[in-house]
Nanobody, 129 residues
Framework: QVQVVESGGGLVQAGGSLRLSCAAS????????MGWFRQAPGKERECVAA???????????DYADSVKGRFTISRDNAKRTVYLQMNSLKPEDTAIYYC???????????????????WGQGTQVTVSS
C-alpha cells in the first residue's frame, strides 16, 4: 500500500506564488508516475502536471496547456516527494489540488488518470483577484 499526502495550499492574490508538496510513503517501486490534478466546483478533475521516472536514467514530464510557463513540477528522489511550483497564479487556478501516484514508467504522463492507483486527500488553492 502507498500513502500520498499533499501540503502547501492556501489563499494568494493573483500574480502570487505557491509551492505544493506531495510525499509518498509505504511500498516502493522501481519506476514511478506521479502527478498533480485539480478540480474546481462544477468541473471535471484535470491533470495539471505530471512526471514519470526510473531512477535517474529516464524522466518524462508533461503539463496542461493552461499552466505551461507558469508551473513547474520537480522531485526529490531521496524522499519520494514531488513538488509543484506555481507562479503567476490566476483566479482560474482556484481548485482543490490532488497528488496521485502509481507504479510504472510512462511517456504520456497526463493522458490517463487510471494509471494512478493512489491519491491524496487534496489541498485547497484559492487565488483572489
Amino acid at each position: 500500500q502507498v500513502q500520498v499526502v499533499e501540503s502547501g495550499g492556501g489563499l494568494v492574490q493573483a500574480g502570487g506564488s505557491l509551492r505544493l508538496s506531495c510525499a509518498a510513503s509505504g511500498r516502493t517501486f522501481t519506476s514511478y508516475i506521479m502527478g498533480w490534478f485539480r478540480q474546481a466546483p462544477g468541473k471535471e478533475r484535470e491533470c495539471v502536471a505530471a512526471m514519470s521516472w526510473i531512477g535517474g536514467i529516464t524522466t518524462y514530464t508533461d503539463y496542461a496547456d493552461s499552466v505551461k510557463g507558469r508551473f513547474t513540477i520537480s522531485r526529490d528522489n531521496a524522499k519520494r516527494t514531488v513538488y509543484l511550483q506555481m507562479n503567476s497564479l490566476k483566479p482560474e487556478d482556484t481548485a482543490i489540488y490532488y497528488c496521485a501516484a502509481g507504479p510504472g514508467l510512462y511517456r504520456d504522463t497526463c493522458t490517463n488518470q487510471e494509471r494512478y492507483g493512489y491519491w491524496g486527500q487534496g489541498t485547497q488553492v484559492t487565488v483572489s483577484s
